[in-house]
């Protein structure tokens, strides 16, 4: 096949004399290699057929299809599984014919149809693949496992690697584990990305070294994870699918030395018993003031046993939201405060964002203390509040004070009554400005209402260095509020308040 470099030349002449192809042919290149670039997350929402993309490109004119024909290295990018589904046998071999020994990419999820077809071209041109990334939902039965068998040749090329079965979340099948041993031979030395079920691991495998990206099944324990992380110094994105029911043995949990990941940006753990969550939690370390966390996965765990209180999971999710904090200080987070739990969310901006969930009791004031004596509290100027029915929200007053600088308060939830009595009490958000109010309890129920608690507030800030400026009702039910509290509400010097029926 002729190389790619050596087909500008004689396609320059033919581009000058048309304007069609005013570009050179290296920019027409560089223009289809990008077109073949698989974005994800634009891919999550809608599909967009690079192989499609490419046959309307070779039919703009003469020079385009023959610029894109005799590219072994765009076709070898063009590997989307879902396109061959009952393609016929012709067509599938004159795309092999055209990938040549080109890099390749493949893509998407396998079918019956399309099994042989890829798995052909896996088996005899696996030292070519850069990018895996398959879905296979039948890989773990007795007739297909055997077939992939070559994932325990070496892969010089292999880039990416992702091979699933079924959703990662998925964890109530049975037990599922690559029996090839070892994977790629010990050699994979360009691998960055490496994303499959419970795969077995031959120390040292020298490839574990270059990742920058891996996910641990259910399977793996939180020694097995600490273990093999010790090999991955490069590591950014850690994504780990615990076990609830796992039980970790008093000399696991007491004898595991620390495991330094001083690159690492993303931290997703999935679930976890509480012991594991501890001990992951406190075993990962990072370089004094870290600044490149950006994304962070705590889930809420069951109830924690007798001798192990949850102020274990506080003091090890503490560091972890410090740091979060520190790299990417929030403007707005959202608080949900429930009776004996509560999530702190910051605003995700495509992949990157913080989720934190974690029980608490009667106990965990301290410990609360802890997680909220971070300086980036105090940054925050929006706060979106949900309160369930009877939330024990002095537990978590030392958060509410931390977060001093709150001038929008976006309040909603059946329990929110407390809340404004314990903002009176303690005198919480000194700088509020505006107060938006929503899913409370009707007004016409009287005393047991949120409303007389708001204007008790409002009321005693007005008489304050400290007003509220601004009162959102507007997406409570229209006639929520009664005749004589928006008298009450009209009285309050400087107020300006947006009722239901406003719209």
Sequence with gaps: MQNDSHLWIS??????????????????????????????????????????????????????????LQSSSVWGRLLDIQSFEHAADEWMEAVVSRIGDAPLWIIGYVSDSTRPFILSILSSKWQNVQVLVVNDKDLFTDKILPAWSFLEREAPTLEVFKLQSKPFFDESGPRCILPFSPLFNNHAPLLRIFSTHTFQLCPPSPWLSNLHHIRFSVEHSAPFILSALKSMPLLRH???????????????????????????ETLWINQSSTQELSLLLESITLPPMHRAL???????????????????????????????????????????????????????????????????????????????????????????????????????????????????????????????????????????????????????????????KIIRFLEYRASTAYPVSVLDLSFLNTGGVSDINKGRLGEISGLSVKFPEDG
């Design 11 to 68: 396609l320059r002449t033919a581009s000058e004399r048309n304007s069609v192809n005013a570009l050179p042919p290296e920019l027409l290149w560089r223009i289809f290699m990008i077109n073949t670039e698989r974005q994800e997350d634009l891919d999550k929402w809608f599909h967009v057929n690079r192989l499609d993309t490419a046959r309307s490109c070779s039919q703009v004119c003469r020079l385009w299809r023959t610029l894109l």
């Design 238 to 264: 850690l994504f780990i699918s615990g076990n609830e029911r796992r039980h970790i043995s008093q000399t696991e949990d007491g004898n595991l030395e620390k495991t330094h990941l001083p690159l690492l």
């Design 294 to 452: 950006r994304t962070l996965y705590i889930p809420i765990v069951g109830e924690a046993p007798l001798n192990q209180p949850q102020d274990r999971v506080h003091r090890a999710s503490a560091k972890w939201i410090h740091t979060y904090m520190a790299s990417r200080p929030p403007r707005y987070l959202t608080l949900n405060h429930c009776s004996h739990y509560f999530v702190l969310q910051d605003d995700w901006r495509g992949s990157e964002g913080m989720e934190v969930n974690l029980i608490y009791d009667s106990h965990s004031h301290l410990s609360i203390k802890n997680i909220a004596d971070s300086p980036h509290f105090a940054a925050v100027e929006k706060l979106c509040l949900l309160m369930s029915d009877s939330p024990s929200w002095r537990a978590l007053r030392p958060l509410y004070e931390a977060l001093r600088s709150i001038n929008h308060l976006d309040a909603s939830g059946q329990g929110i009554g407390a809340l404004f009595h314990g903002m009176l009490e303690f005198s919480l958000f000194p700088c509020l400005h505006t107060l938006e109010v929503s899913d409370a309890k009707d007004d016409r129920s009287g005393e047991e209402s949120v409303i007389p």
